[in-house]
């Protein structure tokens, strides 16, 4: 039977352990440094190698992470590196995000423009999606020339779309079926 990994469930593990000891912050803060660790190509795959020994790969880990990182998730590195699933460390820490995100009452949103917001707007359209989810948010923007206009939203698992292509796509889709 093969095995699946859930990034989601270790997040939910982690984030129990973080607020037993009151050391979310901590662990939020030692899971982005692992995850931006596993941004080099090189690292990641020596992490993940079945070639690489389990104890070579631990005391590479805890070589380069026993004084930056807490015991714990230089453990929990080693952990998943033992299984050649160090590369779900984003995964995890995104999950773990969301979990904090979620416990102080805040929800991210991303929002997608055609042309870059002015905090004006960016306000603006924040203070609107807020009222709309009931929540806190956080927002990122992008840039996305190909929805030509307006911008489309994602906060959780809404989509909040007020792009021009889309009304263009629905201006041809209501003219191919009228004729």
């Known amino acids: 039977m093969a095995r699946t990994f859930s990034a989601r469930r270790y997040a939910q593990a982690i984030f129990q352990i973080a607020e037993e000891n009151g050391e979310v912050e901590k662990w939020l803060g030692d899971l982005t440094v692992l995850a931006a660790a596993l941004g080099d190509k090189l690292f990641a795959s020596f992490v993940d190698s079945p070639q690489v020994e389990t104890e070579r790969k631990s005391a590479v880990i805890r070589e380069l992470f026993d ?4 015991g714990l998730a230089v453990n929990l590195m080693c952990l998943l590196a033992s299984i050649n699933a160090a590369k779900n460390i984003p995964s995890i820490t995104d999950y773990f995000q969301e979990l ?31 009222e709309f989810v009931g929540k806190v948010i956080t927002v990122e923007t992008r840039v996305d020339e190909k929805i030509l206009g307006g911008f489309v939203a994602r906060v959780g698992d809404k989509l909040i779309d007020g792009s021009l292509k889309t009304r263009f796509d629905d201006l041809k889709r209501e003219l191919v079926r009228t004729t």
């Open 100 to 130: 904090v995100d979620e416990d102080k009452g805040m929800e991210r949103c991303e929002i997608v423009s055609a042309i870059a917001l002015t905090d004006e707007q960016r306000g603006r359209i924040s203070k609107e999606i807020s």
């Open 67 to 70: 004084k930056e990182v807490a």
